[in-house]
């Protein structure tokens, strides 16, 4: 039931809300983050690729100089590709990024409002989810002082794991859809919140076990929408799989957990990586009611025990092996926040509901309101408060910024640069050269993503191509059409081409069997999803006309 039926009202907190949570973006220099740069760096890479014609290559050209980096393999980009047509279409750099985020934002309210929404059966109950959810301290820090891209469009799709296992335990699993879409999206978001959602997924099969072994066909339903999600996503989860088996990348990369942790009392702080107060003082709503539902309380319970998680009360020390891929444990906000703000839409509204039952009183009407105006404002207090602390400064990125070639160095902690490559400086000098096992240093061309040796001196055995290596490289003799043999062996981690004698050679990325493979099921398996989607609306089309007559 809505308590509140009045739309303006809703339009109004939803616009509020959405203009607060922006309000960063209304500036003509780029907002500042930590992994800004990077992010940036990705989605020219991706317009590069589209101009080129190759608009989903996974070794992006333009990092490096042109040397390639597996930005794209290790690191999807759903929704990148925004951004990425807007710079084709001559926007500029900064409104592009711009826009991406105030779309990330505007999705995720919607997302959460919907999901909300679909467990609460009112929108009273989705509208506070959706504002506590959009301004919550962690989700506004990722956007605008971290600048986290993957953290906070995979948080778009939590609201529909968590609703999809609300469906799996308290609706039969009849909208097994909900599950799909969440967690392909996050998967194709952020691998690291994937692992987090899929942890939730299964606390929820063992939180239910009695009723699964009653209903065995639960359980089928959700293996079923879990092989359609690595079928749909398999050109991304295959790929990285295969390269790490590869045994190339030291992945050393280090990272403290148990540093990184937060002490418990930190976690109420409104500033860097914490969840804030807000969402804890509108969690006391719940010793409020008197009857509390049960989802609110797993929603509640799954947030407040990962929130302590987070916190340095949790062994990570001692779990460092296993868990230390999640690197900040942190991390683990980016899940809670949905969970706790669904709790509270819940909790908020049934306090609405019995503070207005039986009462005639004026006035009494206008409580469901005042709670909603107080939750915003409470939020906005809260968001107050990290921009206030926000020290990350604007910048002015020209259309051109990246046509600097150091500029294209920008990895973060190039994780995924293979082992070989023992000095990352030289990699930006070693771009536009390629060097004989003589060592003469032959000039190259490159053509989007290839790159043309020519005049290669006679009797050279292999030539080191200024290309970072990793599996999928191929080379042939551009006047016999022979393919030649290329390995990883190059100075400083680069390809190497044995000539076999060839004067001429052209290097590309091919990709591996492997990717081909992983391409072709997911495209079969979006495929039938869209024709068995159009054989059941057509079937349901004919059974209503049927009944009909």
């Not at 209903?215 to 799989?241: C, D, E, H, N, Q």
């Not at 207005?356 to 005042?370: H, L």
Request: charged fraction near 15%; proline fraction near 3%.
């Amino acid at each position: 039931m809505n308590v509140i039926s009045n739309k303006k009202f809703y339009i109004s907190v939803g616009a509020i809300t959405l203009f607060v949570a922006c309000l960063p973006l209304f500036t003509l220099n780029c907002i500042g983050g930590h992994d800004i740069a990077y992010h940036l760096l990705r989605i020219e890479a991706l317009k590069a690729g589209i101009l080129a014609g190759r608009p989903f290559l996974r070794i992006n050209m333009l990092f490096f100089g042109g040397m390639g980096y597996a930005s794209s393999l290790f690191y999807p980009d759903l929704f990148l590709y925004f951004p990425a047509v807007l710079r084709l279409l001559g926007v500029g750099i900064n409104l592009s990024y711009h826009l991406f985020v105030a779309l990330c934002i505007v999705l995720g309210f919607f997302s959460c409002f919907y999901c909300a929404r679909y467990i609460s059966g009112n929108s009273y109950s989705a509208m506070i989810s959706a504002v506590i959810f959009t301004l919550y301290q962690y989700h506004i820090y990722d956007i605008y002082t971290r600048g986290a891209a993957g953290e906070f469009t995979a948080v778009i799709f939590v609201p529909f794991v968590i609703a999809g296992l609300y469906d799996f335990i308290f609706g039969e699993f009849s909208k097994p859809w909900f599950l799909f879409v969440g967690m392909t999206g996050v998967l194709l978001c952020h691998t690291i919140t994937a692992v987090v959602c899929i942890f939730l997924c299964v606390l929820a099969v063992i939180t239910d076990i009695k009723e699964i072994i009653r209903k065995p066909l639960r359980i089928i339903k959700l293996i079923l929408t879990a092989l359609l999600t690595l079928g749909v996503t398999a050109f991304y989860w295959m790929s990285v799989l295969e390269m790490l088996s590869t045994g190339a990348f030291s992945r050393d990369f280090y990272f403290d957990t148990s540093y990184e942790a937060s002490k418990l009392w930190e976690i109420f702080y409104n500033d860097y990586n914490r969840m804030g107060v807000a969402v804890f003082v509108l969690l006391l709503s719940g010793l409020l009611i008197k009857k509390r539902g049960k989802f609110a309380n797993l929603c509640m319970a799954a947030g407040v025990i990962l929130t302590i998680c987070a916190t340095g009360i949790f062994p990570w020390k001692r779990f460092e092996g296993l868990l230390g891929f999640i690197q900040f444990p942190w991390r683990l906000f980016v899940i809670t926040g949905p969970l706790l703000a669904i709790a509270e839409g819940l909790y908020l509204s049934r306090l609405a509901e019995e503070l207005v039952e039986g009462k005639e009183q004026n006035g009494s009407g206008n409580v469901p309101k005042i709670i909603m105006i107080v939750v915003l404002s409470v939020m906005c207090v809260s968001v107050a408060g990290n921009f206030q602390h926000n020290t990350e400064k604007n910048y002015s990125y020209s259309s051109d910024y990246f046509d600097y070639v150091p500029f294209t160095a920008e990895v973060i902690g190039g994780e995924w640069l293979p082992k070989a490559v023992s000095d990352r400086e030289a990699l930006i000098e070693q771009s536009d050269k390629s060097y004989t096992d003589d060592g003469v240093e032959l000039p190259v061309r490159r053509i989007k993503n290839e790159v043309l040796i020519d005049s290669i001196p006679y009797g050279t055995e292999f030539t080191d191509v200024p290309f970072i290596f990793y599996k999928g490289y191929a080379a042939y003799d551009t006047e016999t059409g022979e393919l030649l043999t290329v390995t990883g062996e190059g100075r400083n981690g680069t390809v190497r081409v044995y000539t076999d004698g060839a004067d001429h050679i052209r290097v590309w990325y091919k990709g591996t069997l492997i990717q081909h493979i992983a391409d072709a099921v997911s495209i079969c398996t979006i495929t039938g999803i869209l024709v068995w989607i159009l054989i059941s609306k057509t079937i349901k089309k004919r059974d209503k006309a049927d009944n009909e007559r």
